[in-house]
């Protein structure tokens, strides 16, 4: 269980990282961390990508329909210029910026932001997504949350998709994707290629 660090003295920046599958709980993660900062009075701002509109323009929504106002940004560098003089920036659907994203979340912490980032770690193939594999190995504090297999209910890791497309970004839910755990979203891998 992630536990928020404590800071003595001056203001310290930081970097956390929530990663897993589609259906693991980031988004809500993340929601729960941004509101317990709002509770203690601490200047927020919450990013996502100008291109996910699935539930909302504006607000970022879980897939439990918990949802916090949100600011839609198309480049990463965006976000520089609307989290000036705060404390906490949250940003969802990380795998769907540019990898400038990175440097933006070490500029913000080395202001001394506590930067919280929300995203896939892998794409519909199993492969890296996006700048997420450099994000983790630049934070401080990494979760890793875990859905559970719609097909054997071990815990599920990879984001298995059911619909046809090919396309690296596929924006879709409960009907084009699924969680897999590891043998799971092999054998479906598999039996697809044939």
Known sequence: ???????????????????????????????????????????????????DTRYNETAIVSHNANSIPSTPVEHASNILLYASQVEVIGIDEAQFFDEELISVAQQLAARGGRVIIAGLDMDYLGKPFGPIPQLLSVAEYVTKVHAICMQCGDLASHSYRTSASDSKVL????????????????????TRSL
């Open 1 to 51: 269980m992630f536990t928020e660090p404590r800071i003595h003295g001056r203001q310290k920046g930081w970097i956390e990282v929530i990663c897993g599958s589609m259906f693991s709980g980031k988004t809500e993660e993340l929601i729960r961390r941004l509101r317990r900062a709002q509770f203690a009075n601490q200047k927020t701002e919450i990013f996502k990508p100008l291109l």
């Open 171 to 190: 924006l879709g839910e409960k009907e084009s994707y699924e969680p897999r755990c590891r043998h799971c979203f092999t054998v479906g891998m598999k």
